[in-house]
Nanobody, 127 residues
Framework: QVQLVESGGGLVQAGGSLRLSCAVS????????MGWFRQAPETERELVGA????????ATTDSVKGRFTISRDNEKNTLYLQMNNLKPEDTAVYYC????????????????????WGQGTQVTVSS
């Protein structure tokens, strides 16, 4: 049974930091590309960042560039999202997802490419 379990969300003031984690089990973690998505109320889910199987390739959406960093630890089967200088517009439910991928450095940027999803963790940034 594949499980992706996010943690680390919470309430933080603008300018603060949070580190999200996604613990993965039930699949061979190092063979999956990974991504973080978020969904704010009454908006569509959007990609925040993606990371390749090896972790050597990453991509983040323009709105979080320079503030968010995606990383992974293939020994611990865990995905991370370090979020710095948080803004109220970052408020959303954050989801991690796993993508079987097309190659070791492939970055999946479309929601439809992701096969497995976590249940989400709430991040709320107050002004």
């Amino acid at each position: 049974q594949v499980q992706l379990v996010e943690s680390g969300g919470g309430l933080v003031q603008a300018g603060g930091s949070l580190r999200l984690s996604c613990a993965v089990s039930g699949l061979v973690f190092k063979t999956y590309g990974m991504g973080w998505f978020r969904q704010a109320p009454e908006t569509e889910r959007e990609l925040v960042g993606a990371i390749s199987r090896t972790g050597r390739s990453t991509a983040t959406t323009d709105s979080v560039k320079g503030r968010f960093t995606i990383s992974r630890d293939n020994e611990k089967n865990t995905l991370y999202l370090q979020m710095n200088n948080l803004k109220p517009e970052d408020t959303a439910v954050y989801y991690c997802a796993a993508d079987r991928g097309l190659g070791s450095e492939y970055l999946a940027r479309r929601e439809i490419e992701y096969e497995f999803w976590g249940q989400g963790t709430q991040v709320t940034v107050s002004s």
